[in-house]
């Protein structure tokens, strides 16, 4: 089994970053895949950054140039660096993993609300 928790939402005017972090319970150097999900009101959840076990990313064309995911194996944590951020962007921002042979994982979700 592996936890992840994620923390870092919250309240940000239009044109604010704010930086999540998923915390795993156990080592994600294994993992195959990590990302970022989002869902906002009505809508499905989205792939919003993906990560590889080798570090090769991947984003959504709505957030290219303003989000970064990155990952750091000694603290077993994800992050997602999002950076001019606009109304559209307000949603539950999720955590997934694919972990090797474990199988896969998503965190409870923070909420990210971009208004002015």
């Known amino acids: 089994q592996v936890q992840l928790v994620e923390s870092g939402g919250g309240l940000v005017q239009p044109g604010g970053s704010l930086r999540l972090s998923c915390a795993a319970s156990?080592?994600?150097?294994?993992?195959?895949?990590m990302a970022w999900y989002r869902q906002a009101p009505g809508k499905e959840r989205e792939l919003v950054a993906g990560i590889t076990r080798l570090t090769s990313t991947n984003y959504a064309d709505s957030v290219k140039g303003r989000f970064t995911i990155s990952k750091d194996h000694a603290k077993n944590t994800m992050y997602l660096q999002m950076n001019s951020l606009k109304p559209e962007d307000t949603a539950v921002y999720y955590c997934h993993a694919n972990m090797y042979g474990l199988g896969e994982y998503w965190g409870q979700g923070t909420l990210v609300t971009v208004s002015e």
């Open positions: 156990r080592s994600i150097f294994s993992a195959n895949v």
